[in-house]
């Protein structure tokens, strides 16, 4: 591999780039981001994530696997999910791909039913004041409003 810059400046910038991703998966567009905000110049972060590539140390399609999953388990909707990873620099293409693949798993409804029954939106007597906290809590969570729509109607049955 021809190096087309100081062979210590991309030690420090690789041992730099592992020790960020020694704490938990990153996106591409993250690395490049923290590199860049810590003062090392373009064409080295490009070689370090070259470098991260080739080695497996950084994917994006497992990097979207993993922060879907581990917020799905967390009671997140796809919505949110979806935000979050394009925050990442994530493609929009590959987003929906993963996200399709997650969700087919998994029943949306039945995860926010089960997110509003762990919590107490009925301690007051007031409905209407109760469906707009229940509203509001799943749209910060990302779910849709179809979704939302479903959960309301199945509390107004009970």
């Known amino acids: 591999m021809k190096r087309w810059v100081d062979e ?11 020790k960020l991703l020694s704490y938990r998966e990153r996106s591409r567009w993250e690395v490049r981001d923290r590199m860049k905000k810590r003062g ?3 064409r080295l972060i490009e070689q370090v994530l070259r470098y ?3 080695h497996n140390f950084i994917n994006d399609e497992r990097f979207a696997q993993e922060w879907g999953e581990n917020h799905i388990k967390k009671g997140y909707g796809r919505k949110r999910i979806y935000f979050e990873l394009r925050q990442k620099g994530l493609e929009v293409d590959l987003i929906d791909e993963v996200l399709e ?3 087919s798993k998994v029943n949306e409804f039945e995860m926010a039913l089960k997110l509003i029954k762990g919590k107490n939106f009925f301690s007051k007597k007031d409905r209407d004041e109760a469906r707009r906290k229940i509203c509001g ?4 969570r990302g779910f849709s409003f179809e979704i939302i729509d479903k959960v309301i109607v199945e509390i107004d049955k009970s």
């Open 8 to 18: 210590e400046k991309f030690k420090k910038a690789r041992a730099y780039a592992l």
């Open 40 to 42: 090392y110049e373009d």
């Open 52 to 54: 991260l590539e080739t």
């Open 101 to 103: 693949k997650l969700y």
């Open 137 to 140: 809590f799943l749209k910060r």
